[in-house]
């Protein structure tokens, strides 16, 4: 059974885009297109992982983030924040707040390819 990417953008070509390289690297993929459709997606599907935006409509990336931390049913998901907000801040930021990992944009797809499948890899061999 393929594993689940959540792509979490506003942008519909961003979100258009990921679709295609995830799909085309073996994963299903489902998408939302702000905060509030996230937190419903994370529910409904039960990623294996979050490609998150940070800027989005209601409720920001950081948010969902915390809030995916913060449940102990969701917990364990990996997240990478994908964003054009790349000061040391706002990378800072997204890691405290428990992302697995941080690319800005632009980013190399195949640097994003590498990423998802080790982190994705790393929480197989976690739950074995």
Avoid: H
């Amino acid at each position: 059974m393929p594993k689940t990417v959540l792509v979490v953008d506003d942008e519909p070509y961003i979100v258009e885009a990921l679709q295609f390289l995830m799909e085309q690297n073996g994963y299903e993929v489902v998408f939302a297109f702000d905060g509030e459709g996230a937190l419903e997606s994370v529910a409904k599907f039960r990623p294996d992982l979050i490609l998150l935006d940070i800027m989005l409509p209601g409720i920001d990336g950081y948010e969902i983030c915390e809030i995916v931390r913060l449940n102990p049913e969701w917990r364990d998901t990996k997240i990478i924040f994908l964003t054009a907000k790349g000061s040391e801040e706002d990378i800072a930021k997204g890691l405290v707040l428990g992302a697995d990992a941080y690319i800005t944009k632009p980013f190399s797809n195949s640097l994003l390819v590498e990423k998802v499948n080790e982190m994705i890899v790393d929480a197989a061999d976690g739950s074995a």
